[in-house]
C-alpha cells in the first residue's frame, strides 16, 4: 500500500486555494478602500455644494439689503425679484418668496457677527433656517451651528435640542469645574454637563429610571451630548476588599476622561458628592489608563436646591457637575406600580 500525503500545507490542491483565499482577502480590502474613497469624496463634494449655496445666498442677501438701504426700495423688491427668478429658473428651487425673505434675513442678521458667517457655511441651508428663526442671540445661535456640525444632527434632532432648551441647559449648569479641570478642558467640559436632563422617551415610573435608560441607551446619550459612549450600568469597583457599583460608566471622546454618573430618584442631599468623589478616586487609580484625563463625575437628581449644591461644591476637590431630571409626567401618572402590576401578576 502507498502512504498519501495529504497535509493541507504541501498538497498543491490545497495550496492553490490558500493563494485564492489571500488573492480574495486582498480584494476585499482593496474594495473597502475604494468604497471609504468614494464617500469621502462624496461628502466633500456635498460640503462644497453646500457652502456654494450658502455663498449664493449670501450674495443675493446682500443685494437686497443694500439696494433697500441705497435706494429705498420696500417689500416689492422681494416678490417682484422672486416672481423673475423662478420664471427664468423654472427648474431651480429656492427662488420662492419666502425663502428670498429668509435669504435676506440671513444675511442681515449674521453680517452682524464675523463669527457666525464662516460657521454657517459648514452646515446645510434648512438648518441655518431652524437656527436663524428660532434661536435670538448670537451665542446661541453659535452654540447650535457648532454643535449640529460636530455631532452631525438631523433636522428632527436640531429642532428637538432647541425646543429642549439644550444651550439653557448648559448655561445654568452647576460644576467645580472651573476649579477642578485644567483651563483648556474647561470648556468643554462645562458643555458635558447639562443643568436639567430631559427623560422624555421613558414610559416607566422612576424607580426603574435607570432600567429605563439602559433600554434606551442610543436616546440617553444623545441627551446627554456629544462625544459620549457607553461602557457599563453597575459598574463594578473592589476597594479593600469591598465592592462598589456605579449607576453609569461612560467616556467621553473629546474630553478623553471616563464619566461616572449617579441616578438619584430624590432631592440632592451634600452626602451624595462625598460618595461621587471616592468614586472618581477609585476610577482614576484603578481603571484610567495611560494617556486619559480625571474622571469627572455627574449626579442627576429629581429635584435640587441650588443653594445647598453650591455649597457643597464649593470645596470638593474631584470634577463633579450636579444636574436635574424631568420625565413625562402625562404618561407615568397612568401606569401602575411595581406593587400593582405584582398584584395583577
Known sequence: MFALDICPRKHPRFKNHNIFMDKEKEYLIFLKEIKERIVSAQYNALRAVNKELINLYWDIGKGIVEKQKQLGWGKSIVENLSKDLQKEFSGTSGFSTTNLWRIRNFYYEYSKNVKLAPLAREIGWFKNVIIMEKCKTDDERE?????????????????????????????????????????????????????????????????????????????????????????????????????????????????????????????????????????????????????????????????????????????TTKPIGVSTYKLPQKIIKFLPTKEELEKII
Open 143 to 315: 452654540f447650535y451651528i457648532k454643535q449640529t456640525k460636530e455631532n452631525n444632527w438631523t433636522k428632527n434632532i436640531l429642532i428637538h435640542q432647541i425646543e429642549n432648551q439644550t444651550y439653557e441647559k448648559y448655561l445654568l449648569n452647576q460644576t467645580n469645574f472651573s476649579k477642578t479641570i485644567k483651563p483648556k478642558f474647561q470648556g468643554q467640559s462645562k458643555l458635558a454637563v447639562k443643568d436639567e436632563y430631559t427623560f422624555d422617551f421613558l414610559e416607566l415610573r422612576e424607580e426603574h429610571l435607570e432600567k429605563g435608560l439602559i433600554s434606551k441607551i442610543k436616546l440617553l446619550l444623545l441627551e446627554l451630548g456629544s462625544n459620549f459612549c457607553f461602557v457599563a450600568n453597575q459598574y463594578r469597583l473592589e476597594v479593600g476588599g469591598e465592592e462598589f457599583f456605579i449607576d453609569l460608566l461612560l467616556y467621553n471622546r473629546s474630553l478623553k476622561c471616563l464619566i461616572a454618573i449617579e441616578l438619584k430618584i430624590g432631592n440632592f442631599k451634600p452626602e451624595y458628592v462625598g460618595k461621587m468623589q471616592f468614586y472618581l478616586s477609585a476610577l482614576d487609580d484603578l481603571v484610567r489608563i495611560k494617556g486619559e484625563n480625571k474622571s469627572i463625575g455627574i449626579i442627576i437628581c429629581k429635584e435640587k436646591n441650588r443653594t445647598i449644591v453650591e455649597y457643597t461644591l464649593r470645596d
